[in-house]
């Protein structure tokens, strides 16, 4: 890695500015940082078992369509 | 001059021993968004243009991406059959569907800094996370396919022999994703992306009648009728443009790029850009086989049973205009397949990296991060080595791959939808109303048509 020329980038000036640089920009590792799972409730709820409902009518009705093209 | 450019830094404070500190592919980003930061600082005109410059990117690339191979021979059938009518404003009415589709992933990105794939496993747990997966996976691999299906075909018309096709593809495709890190390779994937406008100079050797193509937009104008044919190129038509890998493709390369909230302006400004380059390759492909080649052959009542194959779309280009304009064309499907390649193997790659909660940049140097290129490598080279497998039956594959699309398709937008409400990730940048009831809308649509599509692949009378 080519050396920066740490003149151009004179508005970071000092370890403070640094350490809002990298939050500003985000920039840690995020697989560190655990994420929650969401709560399924409500209409999304709801949501899931139509997802599920209609994944599997597709597969049948796509598996059934399979065969009769083989 | 920038303000604080130039300045001294504090005695004892040096950025490059800074940047040492992190790791590789962190570190990378970070002088990417140093860079970045220092546009930022400066307000003339010519740091604004490559501050722009600089924020484009994946918005573009998904797009361009999503004008395939597959996409271009759907375009060229599409004008082929239906001529300077319907279609045309239909793409359009493309661009809107498109960007607000895939803006929500540059949010979705800058704000979690998470792929799409790592959402959904974290968020909504390891059933759904494996079904997104494997569904995404399975889809690339096999579209993969018919990305070297477009290049060997391309290739061919300059005499390539398939072989030697399928050996430039691999070679070139691995090179721009394992020797370039993230800022060159989303460069060169732009540089790789811009030949897909070559489209565009190629209407203009076909001298359409520029009245009839203003005309298609008041008239929306069907030949034949709304027919079975028609419904089914419609169906093929909306299934290339959304299709489910562009939404975990473009998030992750938000998230590789370092897209932060702060440039969710610019990210959905590339994005629109974008979605406009896509419809207006789209529209340009159509005008030149609308004007060239509707009416010449023979028209059965699906595409399967028409004489409009590319082989045909092409030679009749050659009768009508020469072959210089079936060279271009054929360099333009090699380009759509080579731009959709190098997106796809990228998108396997950072999917399953985010899944399993492996390294997933391409900051990271081949060594470094074997496990998070191999996936994608490995999806390129099965796809590869089965386009020259003889008599392998391609067809079937193609229609597996819609099928799978259709399948996958409400699932991967409704946790889109879902991620992009939940306050607890998104916070101010949640959809608002007016997005949500223009996002269920089109997802209805989307979905119907997908589902409808994909049923009637597998039972051809259906429609």
Known sequence: ?70 | MIPGQGQSSEEGFDINKKLEELPVEIRLRAIDRLKVARLRHNRSLWTRILLVIALIGPGILVMVADNDAGGVITYAQTGSIFGLGFFIPLMILMVPTAYLVQEMTVRLAAVTRRGHAEMIWKRYGPFWGAFSLGDLVIANSLTLVTEFIGITFGMSIFGVKPLIAVIIGIAFISTVMLTLRYHKWERASLIIAFFNMIFIPLVFFAHPDWSLVAKSFLTWHISGGISTLFIYVLLANIGTTIAPWMLFFQQSSEVDKGTVPEDIGAGKRDTFVGACIMATVAICILVLTGTLVFSTGHVGTTTSTTSYNIAFILSTISKKIGTIPVELFALGLIDAGIIAAIALTASTSWAVGEAFNWPKSINLPFLEGRKFYIPGIISMLIAAAIVLVPNVPLGFLNITVQVIASIFMPAALLFLLLLVNDKEVMGKHVNKKWENVSIITIMIVLVSMSSLYGLSLVFPHLL
Do not use: C, H, Q, T
């Not at chain 1, 740490?6 to 350490?19: A, L, P, V």
């Not at chain 1, 840690?28 to 209409?43: H, L, M, T």
């Open chain 1, 1 to 70: 890695m080519d050396a920066l020329d740490g003149k151009e980038f004179g508005f970071i000036k000092n370890d403070k500015d640094w350490e809002n640089f990298l939050k500003k920009e985000k920039l840690k590792d995020y697989s560190k940082i655990p994420v929650k799972r969401a709560k399924v409730s409500g209409w999304v709820k709801f949501a899931f078992v139509f997802l599920r409902i209609y994944i599997v009518i597709m597969l049948v009705l796509i598996i059934l369509g399979f065969l009769n093209i083989i």
